[in-house]
Structures are given as C-alpha cells and as structure tokens.
C-alpha cells in the first residue's frame, strides 16, 4: 500500500490541526494504521494506531485525549485529530501500515508515508 500524508502546517499553541493520510490499493480496510512523529534531533515515537475496523486504538500515553485516531475506509483515509496542541508537538508526521494487531513499534509497520510537517508556535 502506498500512503500519501497531508494536513500539516503552523498552527498556534492551543490551536488544532486535522492529518489525513490517504492510501492506495483495494486491501486499505485490512491494515492497521498508526501515526508516527519525529522532532528534530528525537528519536521518532508513536503518535496512534487504529485497527481495521477503527473500533480499536492505541495511543501513547502522553497524547492520549488530545489526538484523536479514526479512518474511513471508504476513502481509503485514516485522520489524526490534533487538539491543544503545544509547541513539544512540533515535528514531521508519518502515517505507516502494516498487517496483524496493533503495535507501537515502528519497525513492526511495512509502509511508510512522506511525512508532513507540523509546526506549533507559542
């Protein structure tokens, strides 16, 4: 599957910024997909995940109740709602699948987006 990451920008502390991530191929509903962010100089980090059928999320801990995760299967588009966003959450935003459960770990997902910024001042 190929994914194709939109929606980032400048964007205020406290202000709100909605990601999309738009994928190609028939077999988009059988994957999961996760977000992943990298600050500079950081280690990238998972952001969220959601399963196939999107009744089923995972979030870091540190974000959970600001991001919100969901897909539309229909569209092939899985979304990352970003809310009270801080300047900390300043980084490129990649959008990954992979088959199977939900996972953190980065290296358990197969493809990978481009990526697109987010900046957050304050």
């Known amino acids: 599957v190929q994914l194709q990451a939109s929606g980032g920008g400048l964007v205020q502390a406290g202000g709100s910024l909605r990601l999309s991530c738009a994928a190609s191929?028939?077999?988009?509903?059988?994957?999961?997909m996760g977000w992943f962010r990298q600050a500079p100089g950081k280690e990238r980090e998972f952001v969220a995940a959601?399963?196939?059928?999107?009744?089923?999320?995972l979030y870091a801990d540190s974000l959970r109740g600001r991001f919100t995760i969901s897909r539309d299967n229909a569209q092939n588009t899985v979304y990352l709602q970003m809310n009270s966003l801080k300047p900390e959450d300043t980084a490129i935003y990649y959008c990954?699948?992979?088959?199977?459960?939900?996972?953190?770990?980065?290296?358990?997902?197969?493809?990978w987006g481009q990526g697109t910024q987010v900046t957050v001042s304050s």
């Open positions: 990954a699948a992979k088959r199977g459960t939900l996972e953190r770990d980065g290296s358990r997902y197969d493809s």
């Open positions: 959601i399963d196939w059928s999107g009744s089923n999320t």
């Open positions: 191929g028939r077999t988009f509903s059988i994957y999961i």
